[in-house]
Every structure is written in structure tokens, then in C-alpha cells.
């Protein structure tokens, strides 16, 4: 199966995604074909990702020097201190700007490594290898690196394009079925802020997804991909449009943040909820109607994903959910912003909300 190429257009850099199966055995030859060259490379590698996948990108990558950094991916971990882990590694092989940061791992992997390349010396090479479904369809697309701390997640980071994005679906084939859902959390929210063409997509090849039935997969990752990337070239610096990205995410990340980011919870699932969370929360406000919001709860159903926020939490909980809901990076003011929908394909940008009208919403979901 030939990989496809999908080019990213923005005003900081221009850059490709590349696309298809058994990629890291031609990882130099697409660096050839993309002129990427460097003598020396950071390759920051994601604990979880086998050790097959590993040894076969160092045998296959062509580098004077190529130096491996293990990082145990966990949302504790997506941190100031393990930034500072990997810039001294830089610093101390002096790494010059024209050398390379290679990221090979899921999201928070990507992030954190992105947002070290992006600070080491004001900026170096970055190429970033996403080892998850969710990486692929998402974090690794638009140049967001960012980190967490006690105030809330991604409150720290950078806008770094990276140069190069290799997205091998061969890579997928290890991951366990959590690891699906979560990509397949980020590809639903896309064909739902997008266009109804899309989801009617993936609804009707769902379960050829979740299989990862290698020719619809890849068609999959390629529309997911095209719909991020039709944001971020329009609003590349988060300034409007590209907020729609965040559908479900002011309510995920909250309730992620409420739990401390516990394995009882990981960020795809929490997508899910907080997909479900605005799709509600937008039909009790007049906003979408119920014949689209039982399209997708419909879809959420028959892939037994519709996930229910009271095997979470209590109504003691609601207030430290409302307290990282304002810490969000989107607000601008004491009310909260959501991104909420019209229809399959219409979202709405820049609603805000009183803070008790969201404890509200949530008091009755927790108590029906």
C-alpha cells in the first residue's frame, strides 16, 4: 500500500504528514525525499511503544550520531521536569539548532518533546513519529506542544510546526483496544465539527476502523488529518476558528484534572465524555436538536462507547470540575467558554456561560 503525503500550509512553516505502512523502514529515504538531513539526533522514545518499532527506526535512520532517550508517557510526567530531562541531554551532546529532536510515541510523548526542541536554543529540527491512533488523527498535526501543572493541563507551551510528521499505520497493530478508543475519540469529534459527509464515513465503517482494516484505516487517519488541517491553516495561533477543536475538550480536560489524570480515566475517554457533555449540554440549550444528538448518540451506542460521567464521579465532585473549567486556556473572562454544536457539522465558537448554569447541567446529570 503506497503512502500518501498531506501537506501542511501554515505561517510559520510549511511541512508534510506522511501517511501509510511499513514507513520506518523508509524513514530515509522519505528524509531524502523531504530534504531533512542532520548529523545528530535526540530520539525520544515513549515507553510503551515495542521494542521491534525501536530498533527499527535506529537501524533504518542515517545519522552520524543517534542517541536514545526513554520517557515513561503518562500525564504526571507531562512536565517541567522532564522538558528539563531531555534539554540537558541537548545541551550536554551540544545539539546546534540544524540537528534534530525525533519524537517516537503517543501524544504526550510528542508534546513534551516538541515543546523541548521548541525552546532549545529558540528552536531546532523536529520530526515527530506518533505511535498512537490518537497522535496520528490529532496532537501530532498544527504544532500545539504544551505541558501540565497543578493549575490545569497544556496551561505551558509553544506553537512549534514540526518539519516532519511520518504517521505508519504498522505501528498501530500493537496498541490495545483503550489506546483505539482514544484516537477514535479525536477522528469523531472531527467529522462532527466538520461536515456530515464524514461522520456518515465513519459511521458506516466504524467497526472496519476499530478493527483497523489497514485501506479504510488510512483513508480514515488521511480525512481526519485534512480536517485538522483545513483549521490550523486557517487560524494557526488558536486566535478563532480553530477553538472548534476543542469541542468536548473544556469538560474533558476538567474532568481529567479532577481526577488527577488517573488511569481510571485517560484523555480519549474523557474526549468521549466531554463529547457527550457539550452534545447534552447543547441540546438543553435550544442549540442542536434532538434528532442530530441521537445520531450520535446512536453512533456512541453501537460501539458501546457511550460512556456515562456518573461511573466517575459524585456531586462532591462538581465543584473542583467547575474550578479547572475556568481555568481554561479559552476563557477570556469569569464566565466559561464551551464550544457547543448547531448540527453534525456546525459547531459553535465563542459561547460563554455562567459558571452555575454549568454546575447546574452537571448536578442533574450526576443525579438521573
Known amino acids: 500500500m503506497k503512502e500518501t503525503k498531506l501537506v501542511i500550509k501554515t505561517n510559520s512553516k510549511i511541512y508534510p504528514i506522511i501517511i501509510g505502512s511499513n514507513l520506518l523502514n523508509k524513514i530515509s529515504t522519505i528524509l531524502k525525499q523531504n530534504n531533512l538531513l542532520f548529523n545528530k539526533c535526540l530520539i525520544v522514545v515513549d515507553s510503551k511503544v515495542p521494542n521491534k518499532n525501536i530498533a527499527l527506526l535506529k537501524k533504518n535512520l542515517k545519522c552520524k550520531k543517534k542517541i536514545l532517550l526513554l520517557f515513561k508517557s503518562n500525564e504526571k510526567n507531562k512536565s517541567q521536569k522532564s522538558v528539563n530531562k531531555i534539554l540537558n541531554v541537548l545541551l550536554k551532546n551540544n545539539f546546534t539548532r540544524d540537528d534534530c529532536l525525533i519524537s517516537l510515541g503517543g501524544g504526550i510523548t510528542g508534546d513534551v518533546s516538541a515543546f523541548a526542541a521548541s525552546i532549545h536554543k529558540r528552536g531546532m529540527k523536529f520530526i515527530n513519529i506518533p505511535s498512537t491512533l490518537l497522535a496520528q488523527v490529532d496532537s501530532s498535526i498544527g504544532g500545539k506542544t504544551g505541558i501540565n501543572n497543578k493549575f490545569g493541563k497544556n496551561l505551558i507551551g509553544t506553537f512549534f510546526q514540526p518539519d516532519l510528521v511520518i504517521s505508519d499505520i504498522n505501528i498501530l497493530k500493537s496498541l490495545p483496544k483503550r489506546e483505539i478508543i482514544c484516537g477514535y475519540a479525536e477522528i469523531l469529534k472531527h467529522s462532527i465539527i466538520k461536515d ?28 481526519s488529518c485534512k480536517i485538522k488541517r483545513f483549521i490550523v491553516q486557517k487560524d494557526e495561533k488558536e486566535n478563532n476558528l480553530r477553538k472548534v477543536l476543542n469541542l468536548g475538550h473544556t469538560f474533558a480536560h476538567a474532568y481529567e484534572a479532577t481526577l488527577n489524570y488517573s488511569k481510571k480515566l485517560n484523555h480519549g475517554e474523557a474526549v468521549l465524555l466531554g463529547i457527550k457533555s457539550a452534545a447534552k ?23 458501546k462507547l457511550n460512556y456515562n460521567i456518573k461511573n466517575y464521579f459524585t456531586k ?53
Open 196 to 223: 456530515k459527509k464524514n461522520f456518515n464515513f465513519i459511521n458506516k465503517n466504524k467497526f472496519k476502523i476499530f478493527n483497523l482494516e489497514s485501506k479504510i484505516l488510512k483513508k480514515t487517519i488521511f480525512e
Open 281 to 303: 449540554f447543547s441540546l438543553l440549550n435550544n442549540n442542536l436538536s434532538k434528532n442530530s444528538y441521537d445520531k450520535i448518540m446512536d453512533h456512541l451506542n453501537k460501539l
Open 316 to 368: 462532591n465532585n462538581i465543584g473542583k470540575i467547575i474550578q479547572f473549567m475556568k481555568a481554561d486556556k479559552k476563557n477570556k473572562s469569569k464566565n466559561i467558554n464551551l464550544i457547543l454544536l448547531k448540527d453534525i457539522g456546525k459547531p459553535l465558537l465563542n459561547l460563554t456561560f455562567d459558571h452555575k448554569k454549568i454546575y447546574s447541567f452537571l448536578k442533574k446529570e450526576l443525579m438521573n
